[in-house]
C-alpha cells in the first residue's frame, strides 16, 4: 500500500503486488507512456523502487533513444546512471557533451540562428531541471552574447531579466545581491533603449525606483538609503528622455514571419520537419531578406509563398504575420487567448499601438480566396474572401528566443461585405489617429498625406469608390437581402470615413479636388442605397 505494509491475502487466489516479480513490472513500466511511468512510481513505496532502478532506464534508453556507445561508456564509467543518461537525452536530444561540441562548430550567423536558438534552450531546460543555477545563468550568458552578435537588443534585454530574476533586492542574503540585480536591470534598460523598446524600458526604471524607495524605508541606514535621491533623480530623468523618444518614433518597425517546413530536411530533419514557427526578425527586415537567410542555412528546400502550392521534397512556406491581441468576446468564441491592453499612466498617446503589439503569443495573417462568381467583370470584390489564421505559439513576444513553435491553428473565413466593413473601419481609424498626430504637429503632414491617399486611390486598402462598386449597387442588395444589417454598417462607416476625408484635406490642396467630387459621388449612391434598403 502507499505506506509500505504489506496488505492482507486477496480471496480467490489472486496475487498481491510485492508477489509480481519485479522482472515483470519493469517489462509493464517499459510499455507505458513516460508520463504514465513517472504516475506509477508515485503509487507505492515498490513501483517508485522499480521505476527508480537502472535496468529499467537500461530498457527504456535501448527503447527510446538511438544507441550510442559514447553514451554507454559513460555509464560503464559510472560517471552517469541510466536514469540521469535518460533524462539529458530526452532534455537535449544526445549528451550534453555532443550538444556542446555541435554548438561550438555552428557558425554565429544568422542563417544559424535556430540551431544554436534549439540547442541553447535546451541545455537551459535540462539546467533548470537539474536546478543548477550557475550553469543556467552561464547558458543565458551564452544566449545575450549571441543576440548582441546579431543586434537583437531586445532579446539580449530579455535574457539580462532572466539572470535577474535569479537575484532578490534584499541585502539580507548576500551583500552583494542588490547591486548585480541593479546592474542587470541598468543594462538592460540600455539595451530595451537601442532596441527603441522605450516603454518597456521605462516600466523596468519606474520597477527600480519603487524598489530603492521600499528598501530605504525598511532600512533608513542601509547604502540604497544614503544614495537614493541621486539614484531616483538619475532614473527619473532618463525614464523621461525615453518618454519623449517613444513619442518620436512612430509605429513600432518590428517584423514578425510565419515559417511552415513540410518534408524532411537535412541535418536538423527532427527540430523542424512538419513543424510551424513564429520567428521575430530585426528592425524593419524585409521577407527577401529572411528568405535569403533561410535559403542558406537550408539550400536543399524549395521556399513558396502561394499556401496552395504544391508541397513534393523539401519544402518552406513563408509570409509575414502581424502580432494581434483580440477581443475577449472573439477569443472565448475561437478558443484563443485573451489578453488586455493595458498602457501604464504617463506614457504618450503613440504607445498605445506599441502594447497592442507586444506581450502577445497570437499572430494574424490573411490570404484571400474567390469563392463564387462577380456580378460583373469589373467587380473584384464581391466574391473575394479572406481567410484569417490565427497562430498561437508557446511563448509570448518578444522573450528570450526569437523562434517558437506554434501550437495551435484557428481559421477563420471572412465573407467580402465584412471585409469591406472592417477595412473601412480600420482605416477611419487610422484616419482619426493621423489626424490628432497632424494637430499635435502641423509641420510634419507626410504620415497624413500617405493615409489620404490610401483612401481615396488606392484598388484596396481603403479604396472606398470599389466598395460602392461592389456592394452599395440596387443589384447586389436586392441579391443579398439577408446581409441587409451589413450592408447598413457599411453605410455608416462609409461616409464617416469620407467625411474624415474631405474635412482634413484642406491642408493638401493638390488632392482636394478628387477628394470633393468622390465624396459628392458617395454620397448620391448612399441615397440611392439607403432607400432601397428602406423599401422606399
Not at 535501448?62 to 541510466?82: C, D, L, N, T, Y
Not at 484557428?410 to 477611419?428: H, I, R
Request: with cysteine; net charge positive.
Amino acid at each position: 500500500d502507499a505506506k509500505g505494509q504489506r496488505q492482507a491475502p486477496l480471496p480467490c487466489g489472486m496475487l498481491q503486488l510485492d508477489d509480481v516479480p519485479s522482472k515483470l513490472l519493469r517489462k509493464i513500466a517499459c510499455a507505458l507512456p513516460l508520463p504514465a511511468v513517472c504516475s506509477m512510481s508515485l503509487t507505492c513505496r515498490r513501483m517508485h523502487k522499480v521505476c527508480k532502478s537502472n535496468k529499467l532506464w537500461k530498457a527504456l534508453v535501448e527503447i527510446h533513444m538511438p544507441a550510442k556507445s559514447a553514451a554507454a561508456r559513460q555509464v560503464e564509467s559510472g560517471e552517469f546512471s541510466w536514469r540521469s543518461l535518460f533524462i539529458q537525452q530526452w532534455f537535449l536530444g544526445g549528451s550534453l557533451k555532443e550538444q556542446e561540441l555541435v554548438l561550438s562548430l555552428l557558425p554565429v550567423t544568422p542563417p544559424y540562428e535556430f540551431d544554436r536558438t534549439h540547442i541553447l534552450s535546451r541545455m537551459l531546460a535540462y539546467y533548470r531541471y537539474r536546478g543548477d543555477t550557475s550553469q543556467v545563468l552561464q547558458c543565458s550568458e551564452q544566449f545575450k552574447n549571441m543576440y548582441l552578435t546579431y543586434r537583437a537588443f531586445v532579446e539580449a534585454a530579455n535574457c539580462l531579466l532572466f539572470q535577474a530574476s535569479a537575484y532578490n533586492w534584499s541585502e539580507d542574503e548576500m551583500e552583494d545581491t542588490p547591486d548585480i540585480k541593479e546592474r542587470l536591470y541598468k543594462t538592460a534598460v540600455k539595451y530595451l533603449g537601442d532596441g527603441k523598446h522605450f516603454e518597456y524600458a521605462v516600466e523596468l526604471l519606474r520597477e527600480m525606483r519603487a524598489m530603492w524607495q521600499k528598501l530605504a524605508d525598511a532600512n533608513p541606514k542601509s547604502r540604497i538609503a544614503q544614495n537614493l535621491d541621486a539614484k531616483t533623480q538619475g532614473a527619473q530623468a532618463l525614464e523621461e528622455a525615453y518618454i519623449e523618444k517613444a513619442k518620436t518614433r512612430g509605429k513600432l518597425l518590428d517584423q514578425y514571419f510565419f515559417v511552415d517546413f513540410s518534408g524532411h530536411c537535412d541535418m536538423f530533419s527532427k527540430l523542424v520537419e512538419d513543424k510551424k514557427f513564429i520567428v521575430r526578425g530585426s528592425e524593419s527586415e524585409r521577407l527577401l531578406n529572411f528568405v535569403a537567410k533561410l535559403q542558406t542555412r537550408f539550400p536543399d528546400a524549395r521556399i513558396i509563398h502561394q499556401h496552395t502550392a504544391e508541397r513534393e521534397g523539401q519544402c518552406i512556406y513563408v509570409h509575414a504575420c502581424d502580432p494581434v491581441k483580440v477581443s475577449e468576446s472573439f477569443a472565448k468564441s475561437h478558443g484563443l487567448p485573451y489578453t488586455e491592453t493595458v498602457v501604464p499612466p504617463g506614457m504618450p498617446l503613440d504607445s498605445t499601438s506599441y502594447y497592442r503589439t507586444t506581450g502577445v503569443n497570437v499572430f494574424l495573417y490573411s490570404r484571400p480566396f474567390l469563392r463564387g462568381q462577380a456580378l460583373s467583370p469589373q467587380d473584384k470584390f464581391s466574391n473575394l474572401w479572406i481567410c484569417q489564421s490565427y497562430l498561437v505559439t508557446k511563448e509570448r513576444f518578444p522573450s528570450i528566443s526569437r523562434w517558437c513553435e506554434i501550437v495551435k491553428v484557428v481559421d477563420v473565413e471572412k465573407s467580402p461585405l465584412q471585409n469591406a466593413k472592417d477595412s473601412v473601419a480600420a482605416k477611419t481609424v487610422e484616419l482619426l489617429r493621423v489626424m490628432q498626430k497632424a494637430k499635435e504637429r502641423p509641420d510634419n503632414t507626410k504620415p497624413l498625406s500617405m493615409v489620404l491617399s490610401g483612401i481615396v486611390d488606392a484598388a484596396v486598402s481603403g479604396g472606398i469608390k470599389h466598395y460602392f462598386n461592389s456592394f452599395l449597387t440596387k443589384e447586389y442588395i436586392l441579391t443579398h437581402l439577408d446581409d441587409k444589417r451589413q450592408i447598413e454598417k457599411l453605410i455608416v462607416r462609409t461616409p464617416r470615413a469620407q467625411h474624415n476625408t474631405h474635412t482634413h484635406t484642406h491642408t493638401h490642396t493638390h488632392t482636394h479636388t478628387h477628394t470633393h467630387s468622390t465624396h459628392c459621388c458617395g454620397r448620391r449612391k448612399l441615397l440611392l442605397t439607403a432607400s432601397i434598403c428602406t423599401g422606399e
